[in-house]
């Protein structure tokens, strides 16, 4: 489990250096290194999943095949653990990210045709450095770990796409980097103050996810013993007979009251300060999903982009920034989350959501239709991510496996269109079910999981994710209204898209270089025939998936219930709340001695 | 005893069968790709007769329910759980064997329908799916489950419209058949949602259907509007009725399964199915009854002047349907003395069901005539085939006389009780002129109903022979696109017998079969109460006792509206048949007006599609041209800036020398006297 792991991020990157070194100007023998790289690291995603499915693998909640040393320790022998590491590991949220990776990596470059521009032995060693990266980032137990590969992945986009795209290459290529990295660098902030605030200061930084989640989840707890000291010795007071005993009553009243307001002082403090962490974190995270007022990169990048980047791009890659929210925000910035996520995050989902699908609606080029179609549908995901329940979690997190695999089933629909026809203008096309009939047979079942039909594998994601925003109640309500209306935009393009094309009166573009296309070939069949079952599969029979995410996503969901709980209830007499309330607007929460504020002078 | 894991096994058989001819048709079943179909009708409904064989024993049985495993669920502290939980009552009993009778019968008449066509497979594999996902509809015990099984006939129906995908008209009517019942769908997952929240998490019907009693009234209104907006899309209420018209693009023989006996039905079941809340919700009951109302009275007004056979038949199937929704919305639960829930439950179900047998029938002659005419549907270019077809003359006949509600036949006994049950509910004490209206929509549509039905049989079967062109370009299977050409002699074609015969028997084989049961079911079940006790008991719905001999005469007013109907479509369309000519010319824009469907389909297109797309567009354009430049200028700035700063250095040490000089003089101004000036 151990080995694996750090295979699935070693194997690319070697294969990536192999290709460098021993196959430059030599397309055939770099197209064998990378297929077989890449397909290596297939069947390790496939080993994993059936590992972990046939109970071997770590327990529910925990990190399976953890590996960990410490690359710059800042606790000294006190704890030698705390510090930045090497720390990777798998568990039921990471599980399905490593799939997608190992999935559609492979796919994409098995269905690049042998004459593909594509085979070039750089863009092949670009390609599976990228995937290298990418797997490291999805099991990166770590902020800095992962913000490393996060950040590392914008190089290889950035060459790919700027030395093998379409003719506005430069332009997508500059801003998918310009952007990328100007989110990134708020998110290096957050992730620093994170640690510094988590981790404590004079302890030294600490950058361990699993340590900082108890952190967090502890936070509460002084807090917690703080209000039910100031509730019993009310209730003392309210007893007790005598002057003298009610004298001591008193003292013994305001003493508590006293602590509780310094705590709840701290607390508004450590409460603006997760607002702003929350912020700067989802800077980077927003830009590389995309949601709405910093998605421009990705219209033109998924367009220009060459193919079978594109692919990878929309299904593995996209998934990068919601799994952040759903790893590093929601469960670091727990108090912040429940404030801050379904009014901002779950507003800007629905506004992507609607906005996205008419956006989709109102192009007919294949490649703008399904980069805005992505838009809509992550909105989806994110939408299950911050109803912050569990169902809402768990349908988030399967819905980003679902996006994956339908959509990227989608672009290496549009690969193997492009392999054949010069342009994908939907206009140019009418009619190919007649000829292409493996063809029409795969876009329509794609489309229709695209659509949400029940039985395929987008519906149980969808439904779930709307079930738990709606639950959430108040504005969670309206936003899962507004939501649902992005069905009925998302039927309209995509059945737009299979209609003109594969309906209608027989049309056919001139092919690339005259040659006569041909309908699915047997590897296309392979590879669209496991999609195809995949769907079917998460569709028809989605318990085990489902019940391997919620181990994980119950916890997060807990924490945030407390969170919740904590800031809803509020048992505090109401002149304390008040008061409080007038210095930072927090409602509850916790004092920890190392809340950053209390703790400038304790640094070494 | 029957086992309750069979339930399950209902719809898994079709969805098997469909599967194996998906898989298997083209390469190896081919022509013979309908055997898994039929057999797992058969199968199937042979299980469902004795599901209900267990329901009507005297044991006091009245639902057997099979719970399976999980589909999908969470838990937490709104945990979601859908599990593979069937369920059957006396309402799913109705029509879960209803169903699979009808399937069966259709699927053998298909064989003859679709023979030689290059799609044969696919046709039966999207059947045998269709039947799955209808039974799995009505059978369902889980609100996500039911949804799934509403999902799937509706894409389904969408396939098979455009099933002959490279007509241009099929594509359009495919498209507008999915968007249109979309947003009906999207209506009944909020309604879902709704109850889901407000009924403590749960999606299992029964438990719904007891939580949601103690809602606030609000709330109740809104979830069952909610329901009843699914509903409107897929039963083809006004305003979302204008995909059905359209869906004749499909088979014939789909348009008689999915498109008037099943499929559109499924709202009324579900409305039926909800009925114990809705009721409880006034307002929401009068809404209900009037959008059936006016869909009932507008369909029939549309159907009076359309010249297209499967059209008219649809805009019937339409106009139904809402006398379906008329009866629900009938169901009021506030009349002093007795509850019509039950009551209105009923009339709505039973009417469901013998309107399932003839409209079947109606829309297989039809199919047979198109069969035998070249696949020509205008009733300006047929006539006198009664001559020709004298099987499917019949056939037609009898599903008339049922559909119009003459006495001794089916349509009159479902068709009565709903009027009865209109007109017992405008004996309550408020709103007892709406439910005179509605009932007085009843009694006109009635007659309406009963000229426009015979209108098109006297066209097509009465006067002097006609027969198209087509019947000689196309030999069976060539569904092409018509040329429309008038010059032929109709005497050289009938002359010739090979070319204009009756169907081949696999097609008037189960025409003869369905006859006897579209006449006949309402009489069989309706004067003996065998359908009324046995709907009645369905659990949920408390028992019913009332008498409404008062409501006798809307009996005799249907009757003299049937007949007067008839009469006039006699008069006008065998007697004098320029009368018809002079009515057009005299009615004139009234006349257009239903012949284009009162505008509707534009109208709405213009509302909706129109301004969508513009917004599309819009949004598309600024997206690209106006946001991202926008941001695009941010990114200009730094490069602005370094432009505006360059000349700074340019190189001359003078200038350093006294810039040094300046900035050295304001920092010591700011030293001395900073305090003052910024105090």
């Keep these: 489990m151990k080995e694996a792991l750090l295979a699935l991020i070693a194997i690319p990157l070697f294969g990536a250096l192999l290709t460098v070194f021993t196959a430059r100007h030599c397309r055939n023998r770099a197209r064998t290194i990378a297929l077989t790289a890449t397909i290596m690291t297939l069947a390790i995603s496939v080993w994993l999943v059936a590992v972990d499915f046939c109970g071997w693998g770590g327990q529910p909640g925990s990190y399976a095949g953890e590996t960990r040393f410490l690359i710059l320790g800042t606790g000294g022998p006190v704890d030698p653990l705390r510090g930045i590491s090497f720390h990777i590991g798998l568990d039921g949220i990471s599980l399905g990210m490593i799939f997608l990776t190992g999935f559609l990596f492979p796919a994409a470059l098995f269905l690049t045709g042998k004459a593909s521009p594509l085979n070039d032995w750089g863009f092949l060693a670009w390609f599976q450095a990228l995937q290298g990266l990418t797997f490291g980032a999805f099991l990166s137990l770590d902020l800095v770990l992962f913000y490393l590969f996060f950040e590392l992945t914008l190089i290889p986009l950035y060459f790919m796409v700027g030395g093998w795209g379409g003719g506005l290459r430069i332009e997508a290529a500059t801003k998918l980097f310009l952007y990328g990295l100007t989110g990134s660098l708020f998110t290096l902030g957050g992730i620093v103050g994170v640690s510094l605030a988590l981790g404590g200061m004079d302890k030294g930084c600490d950058f361990s996810i699993p340590r900082l989640v108890l952190v967090a989840q502890d936070r509460g707890k002084p807090m917690e013993a703080s209000m039910e000291r100031v509730a019993k010795a009310k209730s003392e007071m309210e007893k007790t007979m005598s002057d003298r005993e009610k004298d001591a009553a008193r003292a013994r009243f305001d003493e508590a009251e006293h602590d509780l307001f310094q705590k709840r002082k701290v607390e508004a403090q450590w409460f603006n300060w997760q607002t702003t962490l929350f912020l700067m974190l989802m800077a980077g995270l927003a830009v590389k999903i995309p949601i709405i007022p910093v998605h421009f990169w990705q219209p033109l990048a998924y367009r220009e982009a060459p193919i079978a980047l594109t692919v990878v791009l929309s299904a593995a890659l996209a998934k990068l920034g919601l799994f952040g929210v759903v790893r590093?925000?929601?469960?670091?910035?727990?108090?912040a989350s429940v404030r801050l996520a379904t009014p901002v995050l779950g507003t800007l989902a629905t506004i992507g959501i609607l906005y996205g699908g008419l956006a989709a609606l109102g192009t007919s080029n294949l490649r703008s239709m399904l980069a805005f179609s992505s838009i809509s549908h992550l909105g989806f995901c994110l939408l299950g991510l911050v109803s912050l329940n569990e169902t809402g979690l768990t349908g988030g997190v399967l819905q980003m496996i679902n996006h994956g695999i339908t959509t990227g089933g989608l672009w290496l629909l549009a690969l193997i269109l492009l392999e054949r026809f010069p342009s994908l203008e939907i206009h140019t096309f009418s009619g190919m079910g007649k000829r292409f009939k493996a063809m029409g047979v795969v876009a329509v079942l794609l489309v229709l999981s695209s659509v949400g039909l029940p039985g395929l594998n987008n519906f149980v994601g969808e439904a779930l994710s709307l079930l738990g925003m709606f639950a959430q109640g108040g504005e969670g309500?309206?936003?899962?209204?507004?939501?649902?209306?992005?069905?009925?935009?998302g039927a309209w393009y995509m059945l737009n898209f299979l209609l003109r094309t594969f309906y209608g009166d027989e049309r056919i573009p001139a092919t690339v270089q005259g040659r006569i296309p041909t309908d699915l070939t047997g590897c296309e069949k392979m590879v669209f025939t496991s999609i195809l079952a995949l769907c079917f599969l998460l569709g028809l029979y989605p318990q085990p998936a489902l019940k391997r995410i919620s181990a994980d996503t119950h916890l997060v969901a807990r924490e945030l219930g407390e969170a919740r709980r904590r800031q809803m209830g509020n048992p505090i007499p109401e002149n304390i709340g008040s008061m409080v309330l007038t210095h930072g607007s927090p409602k509850s929460g916790t004092n920890q001695p190392s809340a950053p504020q209390t703790q400038k002078g304790g640094a070494r | 005893m029957f086992d309750p894991f069979g339930l399950a096994l209902i719809p898994l058989f079709p969805a098997l069968a469909g599967a194996i001819i998906l898989l298997f048709g083209p390469r190896i079943l081919k022509g013979q790709s309908h055997w898994p179909l039929i057999a797992a009708c058969v199968v199937s409904f042979v299980l469902s007769l004795f599901a209900i064989q267990s329901l009507q024993g005297d044991l006091g049985i009245r639902e057997i329910s099979y719970q399976g495993g999980h589909w999908f669920s969470t838990s937490g502290p709104n945990p979601v759980s859908v599990g593979w939980q069937f369920r059957m009552d006396p309402i799913s009993g109705m029509m879960v064997p209803m169903v699979l009778f009808l399937s069966t019968i259709i699927a053998t008449f298909s064989v003859g329908y679709m023979k030689d066509d290059p799609g044969y497979s696919r046709y039966f594999g999207i059947f045998a799916l269709f039947v799955a996902a209808m039974t799995l509809l009505v059978l369902a015990d889980n609100v996500l489950l039911l949804y799934a099984g509403w999902e799937g006939v509706g894409v389904c129906s969408f396939l098979l419209i455009g099933f002959w995908f490279q007509k241009p008209t099929a594509l359009k009517a495919a498209r507008k058949a999915f968007m249109v019942t979309r947003i009906g769908d999207v209506g009944l997952l909020l309604g879902i949602l709704m109850l889901w929240v407000g009924c403590g998490y749960s999606l299992h019907i029964p438990t719904l259907l007891v939580k949601a009693q103690a809602l606030s009234p609000e709330y109740l209104y809104m979830a069952g509007f909610l329901l009843f907006v699914g509903a409107m899309g897929k039963s083809a209420q006004f305003p979302l009725h204008i995909w059905l018209p359209d869906a004749m693009e499909g088979p014939t023989p789909v348009s008689a399964l999915i498109h008037a006996a099943t499929m559109v039905t499924a709202g009324v079941y579900l409305v039926a199915r909800f009925l114990p809340f809705i009721s409880l919700s006034p307002d929401l009951l009068i809404f209900i009854g009037f959008i059936g109302g006016i869909t009932a009275l507008l369909a029939a007004l549309i159907a009076l002047t359309q010249n297209d056979l499967k059209r008219i038949l649809a805009y019937s199937t339409i106009s139904q349907l809402g006398y379906m929704f008329m009866a629900l919305g009938s169901g009021r639960s506030d009349l002093s003395g007795t509850s019509l829930v039950t009551f209105a439950m009923v009339a709505a179900m039973f009417h469901l069901f013998t309107h399932a047998f003839f409209k079947a029938l109606l829309f297989l002659s039809a199919g047979s005539v198109m069969h035998s005419m070249g696949h020509v549907v205008d009733l300006r270019r047929l006539g006198g085939?009664?001559?020709?077809?004298?099987?499917?003359?019949?056939?037609?006949?009898?599903?008339?006389?049922?559909?119009?509600?003459?006495?001794?036949?089916?349509?009159?006994?479902?068709?009565?009780?709903?009027?009865?049950?209109?007109?017992?509910?405008?004996?309550?004490?408020?709103?007892?002129?709406?439910?005179?209206?509605?009932?007085?929509?009843?009694?006109i549509t009635a007659g309406l109903t009963a000229f426009y039905t015979f209108r098109a049989y006297f066209l097509?079967?009465?006067?002097?022979?006609?027969?198209?062109?087509?019947?000689?370009?196309?030999?069976?299977?060539?569904?092409?696109?018509?040329?429309?050409?008038?010059?032929?002699?109709?005497?050289?074609?009938?002359?010739?017998?090979?070319?204009?015969?009756?169907?081949?028997?696999?097609?008037?084989?189960?025409?003869l079969v369905l006859i006897p049961f579209a006449l006949g079911v309402g009489g069989l079940f309706g004067p003996s109460h065998t359908m009324f006790d046995f709907l009645a008991a369905t659990p949920g719905y408390s028992a019913f006792h009332g008498d409404f001999s008062t409501s006798h005469w809307v009996a005799f007013a249907s009757q003299v509206f049937g007949l007067g109907g008839i009469g006039l479509a006699f008069l006008m369309y065998v007697l004098h048949p320029r009368l018809a000519a002079v009515t057009k010319k005299v009615s004139g824009s009234v006349y257009n007006l239903s012949l284009n469907r009162f505008y509707l389909d534009e109208l709405l297109t213009i509302l909706f599609v129109r301004s969508l797309q513009i917004l599309s567009w819009l949004i598309q354009a600024l997206d690209r041209e106006l946001w991202d430049k926008l941001v695009d200028s941010v990114a200009r700035i730094p490069a602005w800036l370094g432009d505006k700063f360059r000349p700074v250095q340019n190189g001359l040490v003078q200038f350093y020398a006294l810039a040094m000089a300046l900035g050295l003089t304001i920092f010591l101004v700011f030293l001395a006297f900073g305090d003052r000036l910024f105090r």
């Design chain 2, 385 to 443: 085939l009664r001559r020709v077809l004298p099987l499917t003359h019949i056939a037609f006949l009898s599903g008339s006389l049922a559909l119009v509600g003459l006495l001794p036949f089916s349509g009159f006994w479902s068709k009565d009780e709903i009027l009865v049950a209109l007109d017992a509910a405008s004996h309550g004490p408020n709103r007892t002129i709406s439910y005179i209206v509605l009932t007085w929509i009843g009694l």
């Design chain 2, 460 to 511: 097509v079967f009465w006067g002097e022979v006609k027969i198209p062109i087509e019947v000689l370009a196309h030999g069976n299977g060539d569904h092409g696109h018509s040329h429309p050409q008038d010059s032929y002699d109709p005497l050289a074609v009938l002359s010739d017998k090979t070319v204009a015969h009756e169907s081949p028997w696999i097609m008037t084989l189960p025409l």
């Design chain 1, 328 to 335: 590093i925000v929601l469960p670091l910035l727990p108090d």
């Design chain 1, 477 to 489: 309500r309206q936003l899962a209204v507004l939501a649902t209306l992005g069905l009925i935009l």
